[in-house]
Nanobody, 130 residues
Framework: QVQLVESGGGSVQAGGSLRLSCAAY????????MGWFRQAPGKEREGVAS????????YYADSLKGRFTISRDNAKNTLYLQMNSLKPEDTALYYC???????????????????????WGQGTQVTVSS
């Protein structure tokens, strides 16, 4: 059983930055896919970014490219999301997701698709004010 714990959310003014972290517990495998998703009130959960085990394959939502960067530290079992130039429309609950199948990270459609992940964190709130 994998447990995911997010942190780093908060309130920031437009143009500011935040760095989200997601600590993964209970996993000692060698191939997986991890991602960040977000859900704003009244909207569906959307894929933000994904990364494979080695970090060499990443996908981003088109609207977020250039502002958000996903990374991971496998020694610490921790996933990160660096968010820069934040906008009010980035306000949402941000979730960390994990799946044992490294193949999920092979295509953008799967890697950014919530249905492909079996483990989820509780979410961390990001609020961006104008």
């Amino acid at each position: 059983q994998v447990q995911l714990v997010e942190s780093g959310g908060g309130s920031v003014q437009a143009g500011g930055s935040l760095r989200l972290s997601c600590a993964a517990y209970g996993y000692t495998g060698s191939s997986d896919c991890m991602g960040w998703f977000r859900q704003a009130p009244g909207k569906e959960r959307e894929g933000v970014a994904s990364i494979n085990t080695g970090g060499g394959s990443t996908y981003y939502a088109d609207s977020l490219k250039g502002r958000f960067t996903i990374s991971r530290d496998n020694a610490k079992n921790t996933l990160y999301l660096q968010m820069n130039s934040l906008k009010p429309e980035d306000t949402a609950l941000y979730y960390c997701a994990f799946d044992f199948r490294g193949s999920v990270c092979m295509t953008a459609a799967q890697a950014l698709g919530a249905l492909y992940y079996n483990y989820w964190g509780q979410g961390t709130q990001v609020t961006v004010s104008s």
